[in-house]
């Protein structure tokens, strides 16, 4: 599932086993949709799922711009907004006419959407790539958003637009009420969704995407022009992002303003890039880690938007090919058979990261809970806000965290660089 | 309607100047970095926030000259230790980490200060109206505002057009990786444009913020209108930012002023068509649609002249 270049060994390897592979993972993620709600059938645990499933096509869809084509783009929530509000309207359209309509197919209605849009602002959006386009879309997504609070009647206003998901047409006897059902309805268009744009980067087109990420310029040598891929790569990402849009106005059955807006534009660049976007499974893991952490920081600590910022900012420093690219590093290592010679290593480093990261955290509650004098729980010791002993802790476990971890994070490097000097002699590593 | 213009003409040379202050220093750091720097509106709502505080502590007049250099050393300090870091993973990294820059600062001032705006007032010995126009007093303030503006780009034009430290900050401009060739040290000049640059928008932050709301979400309103700024004036060149900036700041001045709507010039529409997206057009005022009107001329730049209007390059 690499679009990264393997080396032709290890590459030749994979053919072997790769259908079998190949759709066994498909196979067995669609197990694992079926089988989680019933392992973990809470209603918190249900609701989180939705969101988590949502968040999948969306840092999938935002990929496809980012990760496949290069396209840095500040304003995506516009098409996944469109989506939703257009989502919502044919289904008040199609409760009030009874047409026979159901459900399950008012997130196409919404990638629509979000694709028509694209259709119509793409062609001049596209036209240049790298900080032109970041900007633009920065622009039209700030326009799109301050115009929805303008037409009331189409956007609502503050408000927004309700709807009611069971008032349309049942499908096999589902009325869609129950949150398990619309759970189902989400795993089942995930899925859908992460098939088609899967395939979608083995086509042709993907790979041409991938060129003109690369090299727009030899692209054009070879006879395509690089603002029609980029122009159908937008489109494409719109298309899955409104799926995204329609599958969030079925959950909450309403759509309002603050699906267009900044914040949720940033959300999925958080979550694509923190997962890693060289990789396809990257915006998987950060769509189901941001997501987890958005719900569950909310009930800890009331700065929790900082906590994401700090990651961000320190995946884009230390690690910018996310999670899924520190993942991938390993495996050639784990080929050759020399991991375990770097494990003693990172266990060494990581008490003082942690202790680091601790110190961090402790600065930051300080801070947060200075003035309302709250106790910090963490780790099961209550620290005081307002105690020199506490900004103490936090000072040494911050600077002396920092010291040694460096010292420590040296000695990794180097037993890195001599568990990769082994895998590159085996022919793991290019 | 005479009243208007002056005052309106006043109040948007003003906010154009103001615009000036940080979309310089955003495109002097554009223009050697490649980076489009985020955090710059961040710089601006430090300066005002450290304004605000240093004003409680020992007043406004040394916090006019402090909060600017402390902004300058963060800026530096982001430079050194986040930027030149981030280098060797390409300008999407760069561009990245300022944005999240961007978000974590915000999250910072508003857990330190509140989400709610701050009682930062104008200091007492510019509290009075400087003159009055028709029945309007102008209140002193602005033209200190105004005067604080001038005196800094005359001193920038004048440290880029006069000095040696301008000559090669012009030649980065056009020729960055020349300037290196030459045998200055990029490094160092690259953290002195950076915290110039965000010690300038700290400074638009000081004088800015009595006047404007002093709030966590004033960098997240400012960000936008300034990447509008320079990318309408042209990437790279500051006359473009300097005219784009006065355009700007008269046409948000303006617009907020004038409360004209389709409804008032044409009349109303028939009462019995019903609340669509026609009457919501209709009905709207240019006041309302103020917010927007930049980013409606950025879309509109792009489309007809990419380079913006004094720009060279396209990207």
Known sequence: ?430 | MAELIVISTLNGVLFGMLLFLLSSGLTVIFSMMGVLNFAHASFYMLGAFFGFQLTRWIGFWPALVIAPLLVGVVGMGVERYGLRNTHKHGHVAELLLTFGLAFAIEEIVSMIWGKSPVDYRVPAALDFPAFTVFSTNYPAYKIFMLVVSVVIFIALLVTLKRTRVGLIVQAALTHPSMVGHLGHNVGRVFMLVFGVGSGLAGLAGVIAGPSLVTQSDMAALLGPILFVVIVFGGLGSLPGAFIASLLIGLIQTFAVALNGSLASVFGPLDPSLGPSPLTDIWNVTIAQIAPILPYLLLVLVLIFRPMGLLGTRES
């Open chain 1, 1 to 430: 599932m690499t679009n990264a270049p393997t080396p032709t060994l290890a590459a030749a390897k994979q053919e072997s086993g790769g259908a079998l592979g190949f759709y066994g993972v498909w196979v067995l993620a669609a197990v694992a949709l079926v089988v989680l709600p019933l392992i973990f059938s809470s209603g918190g645990s249900l609701t989180s799922f939705c969101l988590i499933g949502i968040a999948i096509i969306f840092a999938l869809s935002y990929n496809i711009l980012l990760g496949q084509t290069g396209l840095l783009s500040f304003g995506h929530a516009v098409q996944y907004g469109l989506g939703g509000f257009l989502a919502v309207h044919v289904m008040n359209a199609v409760a009030n006419h009874n047409w026979p309509i159901p459900l399950p197919v008012i997130p196409l209605i919404g990638g629509i959407g979000g694709m028509a849009f694209a259709l119509l602002v793409g062609w001049v959006m596209t036209k240049r790539a790298g900080t032109v386009f970041a900007m633009i879309s920065l622009g039209i997504g700030e326009l799109v958003a301050s115009s929805s609070l303008i037409l009331r009647s189409v956007f609502g206003g503050e408000s927004g637009i309700t709807t009611d998901r069971t008032s349309l047409m049942p499908m096999f006897g589902w009325t869609f009420g129950p949150q398990i059902q619309v759970y189902y309805l989400i795993a089942f268009w995930v899925l859908i969704s992460a098939i088609a744009m899967y395939a979608l980067t083995r086509t042709p087109l993907g790979r041409i995407c991938n060129a003109v990420r690369d090299n727009p310029e030899r692209v054009e040598f070879i006879g395509y022009d690089p603002h029609v891929v980029r122009y159908l790569a937008y489109m494409f990402a719109g298309f899955f992002a409104g799926i995204a849009g329609g599958l969030t106005a079925i959950n909450f059955e309403i759509a309002n303003s603050a699906y267009l807006g900044a914040t949720q534009s940033g959300l999925v660049l958080f979550s694509a890039f923190i997962g890693g976007t060289a990789y396809f499974f990257g915006p998987i893991l950060g769509a189901i880690l941001v997501t987890y952490l958005q719900l569950g920081l909310t009930s800890v600590t009331s700065v929790w938007q900082l906590y994401f910022g700090v990651i961000f900012i320190g995946i884009v420093m230390f690690a910018p090919g996310g999670i899924a690219g520190i993942l991938m590093k390993h495996r050639p290592l784990i080929r050759a058979g020399t991991l375990g010679t770097v494990i003693p290593s990172y266990l060494v480093a990581a008490i003082p990261t942690l202790a680091f990261a601790l110190g961090i955290i402790l600065t930051i509650e300080t801070v947060a809970r200075f003035s309302g004098g709250d106790v910090i729980n963490l780790l099961g010791i209550p620290f005081v806000a307002t105690a020199p002993t506490t900004w103490a802790a936090a000072a040494v476990l911050v600077v002396g965290g920092f010291l040694v971890a460096r010292i420590t994070w040296r000695r990794v490097a180097e037993a890195w660089d001599r568990a990769a000097t082994v895998a590159r002699d085996r022919g793991y590593l290019a």
